[in-house]
Structure formats: structure tokens, C-alpha cells
């Protein structure tokens, strides 16, 4: 495998999307117009965030049919694939943590900061508090006040104070607590890891393959969903994985790779017991 291959995959996904925005924005192209919230993919179909449209919903905004079509295509296409697959192969904001990640590990960060003193739950319940507060405020509360968007409209509209929102995410993510913002705070990140919870891609590992080098654990921004590395031959069936395959390039030992998820097995285990 070339080393790194998923990362940079990553990356030309990740910047190709935003070349699009920026282009649909410059040079008027067509191909991919508006912005993560809301978009339309060659001048034909909508895309709209589903988890943007709820706050909507909660607000007691009305729904346009274009929006409710798009959110409903945005959903189906991560519940098959992975729904924290926008977190890292989307999401301009995972450069921005992956950089700060990666810093940590090469200052020696993690080794200091050997406990989390946070709880990946906090991400549930910043969720269920932004729907609240869009339901109180009449307003999409998150939205408002989403350092993804502001991340996202700086680089296409121009740099705002949505940049300062993004320094300190990753000062926090590299000072404070490793995988601050994606892997305990964000909702987004929260709302995509229940809409793929049942998704087909899921990684796969193979314990008689596995020298218990735990390198995977070391990189993955969700480590919490490799409990089985070293012990038993299974699937990542944790929504919150982000299919970033991160554990995939660092394993040595090819103990990790993609796979479908094997619902039929799994129905045969679940009627056995």
C-alpha cells in the first residue's frame, strides 16, 4: 500500500470540494453552488445537511421541497456508507484537528496528557441542546454559531472572524484535549455518528494478523471504537468510527482493512443467542 494513500485521498477530496464552492463563487461554475449547508450538484440536485434541515424543523421553519429532497439524499448516502465519513473526508474543519493531532504526537503531548479528562457524551448532549435551543430561539442554533460554516464561508466568501474560531479549535485541540472538538464537542459529528450507525463500510480487524503495535490506536481520533484491536477478529460497528483510515496505513501488520459490513452473519449471531 502507498503510504499515506487514504490521507491524501482524503485531502484531494476534502480541497477538491472546497476548489468548487470557491470556483462556483469566482468564475460562476456550476458543478457544486452554495455551501455545505445547502447546495446544488449540477444545477439539478439538491444537497442539503439533514442535521442543519432538524434545526430547521425544531425552529418551526418551514421546509422547502428542494431542502427536505436534498437532506433526505445527504442522509440516505451516509447511513450506506458511514455517516461520520463527513467528518473526515468533508469536513474542512478535520484538516484543521488533523494538523493539531499530529503536532501533539510529534510534541510528545499525549504521552503527558496520559487520561481524557472529557467524555465523548458531551457531543450528544451539545446536540440535543442545539435542537432544544432551535426550538426556544426559533433560529437553527448551531448554525449560528458553527465554526464549520464559519470555516467553510471564509474560505469561499473570503477570511471574516470565523478564522479566530478556528485558531482557537486548534490551540484547544493541541493544548487542551487530543481530538477536542471533533471526537467530544461537535454535534455534527454527534448527529453523523447515529445517522451511521448501521452503515455497510466499516473497518475490519484480524486479531491473528495483529503484533499489538498499537499504532492504530495512536492515530485513530476515535481510539475508543478499536477496543477489539489485539483481542478478537471483528468489525468497527461504532457509528462514531469515521472511516478515515488512519489505523488502515499505520498497521504494519495488514491486520486492519474495509470491509462490507456482514449483516447475515450478524443475524445468524443475534438468532443463535
Given at each position: 500500500m502507498i503510504k499515506n494513500?487514504?490521507?491524501?485521498?482524503?485531502?484531494v477530496v476534502q480541497?477538491?470540494?472546497?476548489?468548487?464552492?470557491?470556483?462556483a463563487n469566482i468564475w460562476g461554475w456550476k458543478v457544486l453552488t452554495g455551501n455545505l449547508s445547502?447546495?446544488?450538484?449540477?444545477?439539478?440536485?439538491?444537497?442539503?445537511?439533514?442535521?442543519?434541515?432538524?434545526?430547521?424543523?425544531?425552529?418551526?421553519?418551514?421546509?422547502?421541497?428542494?431542502?427536505?429532497?436534498?437532506?433526505?439524499?445527504?442522509?440516505?448516502?451516509?447511513?450506506?456508507?458511514?455517516?461520520?465519513v463527513f467528518c473526515s473526508w468533508v469536513c474542512p474543519m478535520n484538516i484543521v484537528t488533523d494538523l493539531s493531532n499530529f503536532l501533539r504526537r510529534r510534541l510528545g503531548f499525549n504521552q503527558i496528557q496520559k487520561r481524557q479528562p472529557a467524555s465523548r457524551t458531551i457531543r450528544y448532549w451539545v446536540l440535543g441542546l442545539s435542537l432544544l435551543l432551535s426550538f426556544i430561539l426559533a433560529v437553527p442554533a448551531f448554525e449560528f454559531i458553527s465554526p464549520i460554516s464559519m470555516l467553510?464561508?471564509?474560505?469561499?466568501?473570503?477570511?471574516?472572524?470565523?478564522?479566530?474560531?478556528?485558531l482557537i479549535i486548534f490551540l484547544f485541540d493541541l493544548f487542551v484535549l487530543k481530538n477536542g472538538w471533533c471526537g467530544?464537542?461537535?454535534?455534527?459529528?454527534?448527529?453523523?455518528?447515529?445517522?451511521?450507525?448501521?452503515?455497510?463500510?466499516?473497518?475490519?480487524?484480524?486479531?491473528?494478523?495483529?503484533?499489538?503495535?498499537?499504532?492504530c490506536?495512536?492515530?485513530?481520533?476515535?481510539s475508543q471504537v478499536l477496543f477489539m484491536v489485539g483481542k478478537s477478529s471483528e468489525q468497527v460497528l461504532s457509528g462514531e468510527c469515521t472511516n478515515c483510515a488512519r489505523c488502515v496505513e499505520v498497521?504494519?501488520?495488514?491486520?486492519?482493512?474495509?470491509?462490507?459490513?456482514?449483516?447475515?452473519?450478524?443475524k445468524k449471531q443475534g438468532e443463535i443467542k
Open positions: 494513500k487514504y490521507l491524501i485521498q482524503r485531502r480541497i477538491s470540494i472546497l476548489f468548487l464552492y470557491v470556483a445547502t447546495s446544488v450538484f449540477l444545477e439539478k440536485v439538491p444537497l442539503s445537511d439533514p442535521y442543519a434541515v432538524l434545526q430547521m424543523f425544531f425552529s418551526g421553519a418551514l421546509i422547502a421541497s428542494d431542502i427536505f429532497i436534498g437532506a433526505l439524499i445527504i442522509f440516505i448516502f451516509y447511513a450506506l456508507v458511514g455517516g461520520r467553510h464561508r471564509g474560505i469561499i466568501f473570503g477570511i471574516g472572524l470565523g478564522w479566530a474560531a478556528v467530544h464537542i461537535c454535534p455534527l459529528g454527534a448527529f453523523y455518528s447515529l445517522v451511521g450507525k448501521y452503515s455497510l463500510v466499516r473497518v475490519e480487524h484480524n486479531e491473528s494478523k495483529c503484533t499489538l503495535c498499537m499504532k490506536k495512536e492515530v485513530c481520533p476515535e498497521c504494519d501488520d495488514d491486520a486492519l482493512n474495509f470491509s462490507i459490513r456482514n449483516l447475515i452473519e450478524q
